[in-house]
């Protein structure tokens, strides 16, 4: 009997044991995990929710010229796998009568459950076709999803405005990344019902939130100079054989970047374009020349400089152990101070190093930008300065590199820092911060970011001035006679950067050719600045050619526009 009673006792507990097992899993069930599996369970059997996609903002010129919108299509979706073998004929009719432009490529894209297998149509076709599909029921094995496609109006603009990812929903690079928080808007959602077979509608009581569209982004880029620089541009490095080539056209005025292309418009290395004028770096060669005369007219012994003659007939100048020597090996004779960069005189701007201290020089450049990023809104770099790494460390730079530096050897740039350089000579001293977005609005009205003018003195207004009238006088009997242009006086300079090799010392035969100049020197109203990697000549005869027909064109452009 004890025996039989120990047993129900047994049982008892494990019965009661279960129980407890079952009320806990109950509760963790119903109470702890509750609000979690309701969810689930209304995502899979009773709502469906739904991204509302936020419009990307649009892009635009100075003059209102749109240059990068988003447009919403729509995209055909067909379930192939689960499309039996008898209702394949009634699809492909359905899309011959509805759909017929994406109707031949029905038969090649049955691979792939829900492949995205069609070209995108209207939106409005897309809308009609989707109420085809529900009245045939048919939304089970197709459907009609909808989505923003970015489009771009000019491909000039590729470089600035850089690319857009459709699946990933960013900019890749450009003007497209730099600025993605701005453009990019912010997605919404709906909630959807769903009824006994699957079918979605609106439910008045789930929640909804309506999407934001991104900001709009105004530029200061002018379409018909970019167009006039493009055209030009290719017209050039077709002609004079070079690799690549940049053109840079800034208003002297405010520092605003009117225009900035390249060309080709594929880069073989990376793949996709990115401003060769922002990233690109080169030993600029001559028209590097104008600091050193700067540091010459900011001394307190300018006026020595100026009654002196230098003497480069021999085409040749030691500095300590090293020979420098004129480009092509010249023999300029004797020199006045205008003179040594009217003729791009290696020797004479040697010579002066000589009188001239280091570190004033470094100084200079470094309060002229170099060495130092732009400011400009997008990816740009900052150049190399051999010497000043080795000021910066306590070591001394030698005379020889001194000598190097001064007319452009042995150390890079990037060609918005010379273009922003001769912006303060062309603004009496003043540099002025170049920029690319004039504003930046939220609808009509709301404007998020405004630019405004950012200058500080380099340089005095005396020094620019006489600067202006050595670089005038580089066009009217210098290096820079083939960037005239007639009844406008122009200023300017010519820059051969040889290209050193890749291994081991020494410049190769190559060069990179930049003209850099303004007009007219009374007001200027525009900079222009050309670069040509490895064309056939010097700058005087390509880049110098190219500054002129540009400069011609923006002054044509400008009269007929009433500027």
């Not at 999407?211 to 002018?222: A, H, K, N, R, V």
């Not at 010519?494 to 060069?511: F, L, V």
Request: hydrophobic fraction near 40%; charge should be positive.
């Amino acid at each position: 009997m004890m025996e039989i009673k120990g047993r129900l006792v047994w049982i008892f507990y494990l019965f009661f044991s279960c129980f407890l097992f079952l009320i806990f899993n109950l509760f963790h069930l119903q109470i702890t995990q509750g609000r979690k599996y309701r969810e689930l369970s209304d995502r899979i059997y009773h709502q469906r929710k739904e991204k509302l996609l936020a419009e990307r903002g649009a892009i635009w010129d100075r003059k209102g010229t749109l240059l990068a919108f988003s447009e919403i299509s729509s995209f055909l979706w067909v379930d192939w796998k689960n499309l039996r073998r008898e209702g394949e004929k009634r699809v492909e009719s359905l899309i011959d009568q509805y759909l017929p432009q994406i109707g031949e490529s029905l038969g090649n894209n049955k691979e792939t459950s829900w492949r995205r297998s069609f070209p995108p149509m209207k939106y409005e076709l897309g809308k009609n076709f989707a109420q085809v599909l529900r009245k045939e029921n048919l939304s089970h094995i197709m459907r009609v999803d909808n989505d923003f496609r970015r489009h771009y109006s000019f491909p000039f603009f590729t470089n600035i405005l850089g690319a857009f990812s459709e699946t990933e929903k960013k900019g890749l690079w450009g003007l497209e990344a730099v600025w993605d928080r701005f453009l990019r808007g912010r997605d919404g959602f709906i909630i959807y019902q769903k009824d006994a077979w699957g079918r979605t509608f609106p439910y008045p009581f789930y929640p909804r939130a309506e999407p934001e569209g991104g900001c709009d982004i105004y530029l200061t880029l002018d379409k018909d100079i970019m167009e006039i620089s493009f055209e030009e541009l290719k017209k050039g490095v077709e002609e004079f054989k070079a690799k690549k080539g940049s053109v840079l056209v800034l208003s002297c005025e405010t520092g605003e970047v009117l225009a900035m292309v390249d060309y080709p418009l594929v880069d073989a290395e990376a793949r996709f374009l990115r401003p060769y004028s922002l990233l690109w770096e080169f030993e600029p060669g001559s028209v590097f020349k104008f600091l050193i005369a700067a540091l010459a007219l900011e001394s307190k012994d300018c006026d020595s400089f100026l009654m002196r003659k230098y003497d480069v007939s021999t085409g040749e100048i030691k500095i300590g152990k090293e020979t420098i020597r004129e480009y092509h090996n010249k023999k300029l004779g004797v020199l006045t101070f205008s003179d040594i960069f009217a003729f791009s005189s290696n020797c004479g701007v040697a010579l002066l190093t000589s009188q001239l201290p280091l570190q004033d020089y470094y100084s200079l450049l470094l309060n002229f930008g170099f060495g130092c990023l732009t400011g400009i809104e997008l990816e740009e770099r900052r150049g190399y300065i051999p010497a000043l790494e080795l000021l910066k460390k306590g070591r001394k730079c030698s005379p020889h590199l001194y000598a190097c530096n001064s007319f452009g050897q042995g150390l890079r740039v990037t060609l918005i820092q010379l273009a922003c350089a001769y912006l303060a000579i062309a603004n009496d001293g003043l540099l002025l911060r170049p920029y690319v977005i004039k504003e930046v609005k939220r609808g009509a009205d709301t404007v998020l970011l405004k630019n405004r003018l950012v200058v500080r003195r380099v340089i005095s207004e005396k020094t620019a001035k006489y600067l202006k009238e050595i670089l005038a006088s580089v066009c009217e009997k210098g290096t820079g006679r083939n960037a005239k242009i007639e009844g406008v006086s122009v200023c300017g300079k010519t820059g051969t950067g040889e290209k050193p090799y890749s291994q081991g010392r020494g410049y190769s035969e190559k060069a990179v050719t930049t003209f850099i100049g303004f007009f007219p020197k009374e007001r200027p109203k525009y900079l222009v600045a050309v670069m040509l990697d490895e064309p056939i000549g010097p700058a005087a005869e390509n880049s110098a050619v190219l500054f002129r027909r540009i400069g011609e064109k923006i002054l044509f452009f400008s009269s007929l526009a009433g500027f």
